[in-house]
Each structure stands twice: as structure tokens, then as C-alpha cells.
T-cell receptor, first 110, second 114 residues
Framework: KQEVTQIPAALSVPEGENLVLNCSFTDSAIYNLQWFRQDPGKGLTSLLLIQSSQREQTSGRLNASLDKSSGRSTLYIAASQPGDSATYLCAVRGNTPLVFGKGTRLSVIA | GAVVSQHPSWVICKSGTSVKIECRSLDFQATTMFWYRQFPKQSLMLMATSNEGSKATYEQGVEKDKFLINHASLTLSTLTVTSAHPEDSSFYIC??????????FGPGTRLTVL
């Protein structure tokens, strides 16, 4: 059964810092991996989707990498801003619907 | 991009009553929809997979008689929480499959059972 773990569970950084969020998964037989953002009490916003054949995806200040063989992904956020404060969820898609990690709660302090 | 809506966005009900939540794909047809539940500070947990015109497939530990799912058309799936109790209070999120690789998520429904 696929399990997704995210570290750290919470992170607080000063504005302007670069930061890395980590995601690991137990079954490397995946189709893709996706990073989402969730604001308190809200739904999900898809940030980046990496297909299993890809190594990374970039969107603006966000860069996500995927190492399928080792079951790991990282989300890199450059020059963090207070508006980046949210919970970031990692999810993997294999032969089942998306399986989610518990998320990393990010606080960017102005 | 594909849009999925949910209605209502929040609902408060008394213990013992039933609540229906709708999930609609607004600009695409979804043969498969998924229902997730999220407790505070927890991850999204898949409850069931709903295929248009057939019975839903429930995840282990999810009571099918308590969480009734109907997927009568390619754009609408409903989740009915029957005889709701306070422990059913949660954030319910649906998603619709827009293809093999992509799930589009609704904005979620906050259910509070008093």
C-alpha cells in the first residue's frame, strides 16, 4: 500500500529565504507526483505535476524534483513571501487515485 | 482549465439528520469522481471512487451504508452522509478525473454536525 510522508510537518521562515519541502513515497511504481497548496479551510490548488518520466518541473519561484527510484521529491521555493504561507501537500498517482501526504505547514514571516 | 464545483461550501446539521453534498464537473465530462475526507491537520483520505452508472468502490473502513454515493451523470456525483454524528464533522473534497493522469479538485465542503 502506497504511503506518502512529508517532512517537516511545519516550517517557519523569514521572508526572502529559499526553502525546501520534502516528500517520500514507499512504492516507486507511480504515474506521476503532484504538489498542491491548501489555504486554511479551502480546497486544493495544483502547483506542479511531474510525470514519472520527468526529473523536475518549474513554475515561477517553484521547482519540484522527482527521484522515482529512491521514492523522493522536493519542492523548492525561492525568495519566499508571506503570501506563500499555506499547507503544501504532496500526492502520488499509481494504480490508485491520488495518495496524499499529511502536508507541510509553511509560515513565512514578514 | 477544468473546473469542479461543490455545493454547499459549508453545512451545519443536527445529529441524526442526513446531508447531501454535490460535486459537479463544469466544463468536462468525468466518468470517474473521487470523494476524500480531511480531518483537521490531517491529510486527505480517499473514501470512495465513483464511476458513472455503477456502484461506488469504497475504501477499507468506510461504511457504504452511511456514506451513500450516486454518480448518475457524467458531470454530477453526490455524497449523502446518513444519520450524521459529530464524529462525521470534517472537510469533504471531491475530485473528477479529467484523464488518466489528472484529477481536478473541488473547493471542498465543511460539514459540522452538532
Amino acid at each position: 500500500k502506497q504511503e506518502v510522508t512529508q517532512i517537516p510537518a511545519a516550517l517557519s521562515v523569514p521572508e526572502g529565504e529559499n526553502l525546501v519541502l520534502n516528500c517520500s513515497f514507499t512504492d516507486s511504481a507511480i504515474y506521476n507526483l503532484q504538489w498542491f497548496r491548501q489555504d486554511p479551510g479551502k480546497g486544493l490548488t495544483s502547483l506542479l505535476l511531474i510525470q514519472s518520466s520527468q526529473r523536475e518541473q518549474t513554475s515561477g519561484r517553484l521547482n519540484a524534483s522527482l527521484d522515482k527510484s529512491s521514492g523522493r521529491s522536493t519542492l523548492y521555493i525561492a525568495a519566499s513571501q508571506p503570501g506563500d504561507s499555506a499547507t503544501y501537500l504532496c500526492a502520488v498517482r499509481g494504480n490508485t487515485p491520488l495518495v496524499f501526504g499529511k502536508g507541510t505547514r509553511l509560515s513565512v514571516i514578514a | 482549465g477544468a473546473v469542479v464545483s461543490q455545493h454547499p461550501s459549508w453545512v451545519i446539521c443536527k445529529s441524526g439528520t442526513s446531508v447531501k453534498i454535490e460535486c459537479r464537473s463544469l466544463d468536462f465530462q468525468a466518468t470517474t469522481m473521487f470523494w476524500y475526507r480531511q480531518f483537521p491537520k490531517q491529510s486527505l483520505m480517499l473514501m470512495a471512487t465513483s464511476n458513472e452508472g455503477s456502484k461506488a468502490t469504497y475504501e477499507q473502513g468506510v461504511e457504504k451504508d452511511k456514506f451513500l454515493i450516486n454518480h448518475a451523470s457524467l458531470t454530477l456525483s453526490t455524497l449523502t452522509v446518513t444519520s450524521a454524528h459529530p464524529e462525521d464533522s470534517s472537510f469533504y473534497i471531491c475530485s473528477a478525473a479529467g484523464g488518466k493522469d489528472t484529477q481536478y479538485f473541488g473547493p471542498g465542503t465543511r460539514l459540522t454536525v452538532l
